[in-house]
């Protein structure tokens, strides 16, 4: 079964880090680039970052650029998102995306909230 487990939101203050993680199993790992969106209140659903299957490339959002950091564990069929000096804005549910064998994947998301 292919799937996609997010982890590491919460509440944090603007300034503050959270890393958020993503556990995936039922496919070849390695083989796929991997992504984070997030959907705030209100708002579509948006890119924020990814990372090709070996990790040799990354693009950013430009709202993060510099402040969030993609990497991945193809041993550990992980990937993670560094994100630093939040911002409110930033509060959103962020989820974790694939697309594998053509099937588009999302996990369940994680809640983010910056706020003081």
């Known amino acids: 079964q292919v799937q996609l487990v997010e982890s590491g939101g919460g509440l944090v203050q603007p300034g503050g880090s959270l890393r958020l993680s993503c556990a995936a199993s039922?496919?070849?790992?390695?083989?796929?680039?991997m992504n984070w969106y997030r959907q705030a209140p209100g708002k579509e659903r948006e890119l924020v970052a990814s990372?090709?299957?070996?990790?040799?490339?990354?693009n950013y959002a430009d709202s993060v650029k510099g402040r969030f950091t993609i990497s991945r564990d193809n041993a550990k069929k992980m990937v993670n998102l560094q994100m630093n000096s939040l911002k409110p804005e930033d509060t959103a549910v962020y989820y974790c995306?694939?697309?594998?064998?053509?099937?588009?994947?999302w996990g369940q998301g994680t809640q983010v909230t910056v706020s003081s």
């Open positions: 039922g496919f070849t790992f390695s083989t796929y680039t």
């Open positions: 990372i090709t299957n070996f990790g040799g490339s990354t």
């Open positions: 995306n694939a697309r594998v064998r053509g099937v588009v994947i």
